[in-house]
């Protein structure tokens, strides 16, 4: 079936540092979406790509589609305490969208 | 404010106890889904539904039910809950189906 493979899996960074983690697949989605869930709570929808190549920014928070529309990255600048959580990427191919399994992130003091 | 709403946040039950989970949108959206979240397996799709009264199964469906009567509202039914079934729950909604998802705060599940 479509997967999408997220990673890392677990990242331990420290506060101030940046942050990359990428989804691939292989196969071609038309949406990739990027989400963070905090603990105890439902994942929120962080940035939204529509286009390959595209590269959309949200404050510290930078996402790009692929150009072979098989892939995005997402970066995180400058980290901060409340960063600290589980990112989800997704994808939509036939109005489906398939979730990775998700980047833990864990930040130092 | 926009939002999915889940209820309970919270619930322990018993093997065979018939339960529900509610869930409510406000936001007219006319696709709806339940995922599951286990540790090392991500979010899981149960049943998704595309407008009122349409219902199908996704990708874990076994033992769940559901019911789409007014497009507000999208009810998971465990007829008879199994400890496999202890799960965090999730109900989404979206303005259609593969439009991004928008995501209740969960319904934490245990079953005894």
């Known amino acids: 079936g479509q997967q999408l493979n997220q990673s890392p899996q677990s990242m331990f960074i420290q506060e101030g540092e940046d942050v990359s983690m990428n989804c691939t697949s292989s196969?071609?989605?038309?949406?990739w979406l990027w989400y963070k869930q905090d603990p105890g709570e439902g994942p929120v929808l962080l940035i939204a790509l529509y286009k390959a190549g595209e590269l959309t920014s949200n404050g510290r928070l930078t996402a790009q589609f692929g150009i072979t529309r098989k892939d995005s990255f997402l970066n995180i600048s400058a980290s901060i305490p409340s960063d600290v959580g589980i990112y989800f990427c997704?994808?939509?191919?036939?109005?489906?969208?398939?979730f990775g399994k998700g980047t833990r992130l864990h930040i130092l003091p | 404010e926009a939002q999915v709403t889940q209820n309970p946040r919270y619930l322990i039950t018993v093997t065979g106890k018939k339960l529900t989970v509610t869930c409510s949108q406000n936001?007219?959206?006319?696709?709806m889904s339940w995922y599951r979240q286990d540790p090392g397996l991500g979010l899981r799709q149960i049943y998704y539904s595309m407008n009122v009264e349409v219902t199908d199964k996704g990708d874990v469906p076994e033992g769940y039910k559901v019911s789409r009567k007014e497009k507000r509202n999208f009810p998971l039914i465990l007829e008879s809950p199994s400890p496999n079934q202890t799960s965090l729950y999730f109900c989404?909604?979206?303005?259609?189906?593969?439009?991004?998802?928008?995501f209740g705060n969960g319904t934490r599940l245990t079953v005894t």
């Open positions: 989404a909604s979206s303005f259609r189906q593969g439009s991004p998802l928008h």
């Open positions: 196969s071609i989605f038309n949406t």
């Open positions: 936001m007219n959206h006319e696709y």
């Open positions: 997704a994808g939509n191919r036939d109005d489906k969208i398939i």
